[in-house]
């Protein structure tokens, strides 16, 4: 059976240690680290969380890669999209996983990159006011030299398309110093580089769903895609959970929210984002947010209900954008892990069929 819409999932490729991550966290970080040391916080937290038939896997290993992509395509994620760092002035970051994928013809799957332009900052790791990379926009030049770099991705044949145009997605279209004219030029140096044209995606909100950029469609975008986590919130609910963290300390908590798209912004532009779980404590301690009872069955519903959304779009433009592929030290993942094993990409391919 043909799948109703198109799954794209967000990919993390800080899982092999370099000298900046060394540099500022010690030998050998990777995301396994913080994953690896969470410790239960409250009655029933649920951690560490750990993979389990992909073990505490090496991105430099094309066997690791190979194995993403045949468990992925499985279950009906259509294609990975690589979280890429380009700081400007040519200063990128974790860029050697898709690098290689890209140099190698495999894995099989297809992707896309999503810029992620945003300063690096010590704030999921508790040092929120250290700067470790800041996110520069030096100009026109810049952006050629971002461009020519990743050109030759556009061009793989394994590379995410629409109507035959790449799919480049933006972090924080609202950041750009001047977003239209970022997505004028882009445009006409996909044309120039004989392509027709970029497939333009700019995030809207972040993940609490506060509208951050809201002129996408003015600007240029081709779609904007919503955010929102799956917490259930109510007023009551609100003021419970801050008496407790005000006299026992603790993350945020909230109950998963299997209906999502009550709470979700749509339009004929607006592309969703569904959530399979999230508990950000291994990277935030006690600062963090916490989705309690999250369950493949609950995020089953939410995939049928966005895909819902964008069943009247041609299946080209029906892009269902899934966080995360394996955002370990976020408990935001669609891996198996040694709770629920494959039940996550079960929950996705049923929800897609």
Request: proline residues 7%.
């Amino acid at each position: 059976m043909d799948p109703k819409a198109r799954a794209i999932a967000f990919y993390l490729p800080q899982y092999f240690p370099i000298p900046e991550n060394d540099e500022w966290w010690g030998p050998g970080f990777t995301e396994w680290t913080n994953a690896a040391r969470a410790r239960r916080l409250f009655p029933g937290h649920r951690q560490p969380n750990l993979p389990s038939e992909l073990g505490f896997y090496d991105l430099r290993v094309p066997e690791t890669r190979q194995a993403q992509s045949d468990l992925a395509r499985e279950f009906g994620v259509a294609a990975f999209a690589y979280w890429h760092y380009w700081f400007g002035h040519g200063t990128r970051i974790l860029e050697r996983p898709f690098m290689e994928v890209l140099a190698a013809g495999s894995p099989e799957i297809s992707f896309c990159l999503a810029w992620a332009n945003q300063t690096w900052s010590g704030i999921w790791h508790g040092a929120r006011d250290r700067i470790l990379r800041e996110q520069l926009y030096p100009g026109p030049e810049d952006d050629r030299r971002h461009f020519d770099t990743v050109l030759a991705a556009f061009r793989d044949e394994r590379y995410l398309r629409v109507n035959d145009r790449p799919v480049f997605y933006v972090f924080r279209p609202e950041d750009l110093p001047n977003t239209a004219e970022f997505v004028d030029r882009w445009q006409r140096m996909a044309r120039e580089a004989g392509l027709p044209g970029l497939y333009l995606v700019g995030e809207m909100s972040d993940m609490h769903g506060n509208v951050r950029y809201a002129d996408g469609d003015a600007d240029g975008f081709d779609a904007s895609v919503y955010m929102r986590l799956p917490a259930v919130r109510s007023k009551a609910g609100m003021l419970r959970m801050r008496a407790i963290r005000k006299v026992l300390g603790g993350p945020e908590i909230f109950d998963y929210n299997d209906h999502v798209a009550g709470d979700s912004i749509t339009g004929p532009h607006i592309q969703p984002c569904v959530y399979p779980n999230w508990d950000n404590t291994p990277r935030s301690g006690r600062g963090g947010v916490v989705l309690r009872d999250a369950t493949p069955a609950k995020f089953r519903r939410n995939v049928e209900e966005a895909i819902a959304t964008i069943a009247d779009r041609p299946f080209a433009e029906r892009l269902l954008w899934i966080k995360s592929w394996n955002e370990w030290a976020e408990g935001n993942h669609l891996e198996p892990d040694l709770i629920n094993g494959r039940a996550w990409l079960q929950a996705l391919r049923d929800g897609l069929q």
